[in-house]
C-alpha cells in the first residue's frame, strides 16, 4: 500500500519562504509523477504543482509560477514544495498526491488524474 506524509506547514507572515515536504513508503517512488495541491477555506481543491518521475519535468498553477518550486529527493522518497514571497492568498490546506501508472506524465490538473493523497498539512500566511 502507499503512503502519503506531508509536513512542513505553519504561520508564517506576507513575504516569507516555506518549504513543505511529502515522505512516500510502500511503492517504489522514484518511479512516478507527483503533485501538490491546495484547498482554501471554503473553497476546492485545486492544482498547484506537478513533477515527473525524474525531477526534469514540472508544471505550475499561473498563480504560483516564479514563487514556488517543486523537487524531488528520490534517494529519501520525498517531494518538495519551495514556497517564496508568500501571500495571504496562499492561506491553504496542502495536500500530496501520486500518480497511478508508473513512468507517466500526462495529465497533471485535475484530482482525478491522482489516486493516492497524504492528509495535508495547513499553511497560514498573514498580512
Known amino acids: 500500500q502507499v503512503q502519503l506524509v506531508e509536513s512542513g506547514g505553519g504561520l508564517v507572515q506576507a513575504g516569507d519562504s516555506l518549504r513543505l515536504s511529502c515522505a512516500a513508503s510502500?511503492?517504489?517512488?522514484?518511479?512516478?509523477?507527483m503533485a501538490w495541491f491546495r484547498q482554501a477555506p471554503g473553497a476546492a481543491r485545486v492544482f498547484v504543482a506537478a513533477?515527473?518521475?525524474?525531477?526534469?519535468?514540472?508544471v505550475y498553477e499561473d498563480s504560483v509560477e516564479g514563487r514556488f518550486t517543486i523537487s524531488r529527493d528520490n534517494a529519501k522518497n520525498t517531494v518538495y514544495l519551495q514556497m517564496n514571497s508568500l501571500k495571504p492568498e496562499d492561506t491553504a490546506v496542502y495536500y500530496c498526491?501520486?500518480?497511478?501508472?508508473?513512468?507517466?506524465?500526462?495529465?497533471?490538473?485535475?484530482?482525478?488524474?491522482?489516486?493516492?493523497w497524504g492528509q495535508g498539512t495547513q499553511v497560514t500566511v498573514s498580512s
Open positions: 498526491a501520486s500518480k497511478e501508472d508508473p513512468y507517466y506524465w500526462g495529465n497533471h490538473y485535475s484530482e482525478q488524474d491522482y489516486t493516492y
Open positions: 510502500g511503492r517504489t517512488f522514484s518511479n512516478y509523477a
Open positions: 513533477i515527473s518521475w525524474t525531477g526534469h519535468t514540472a
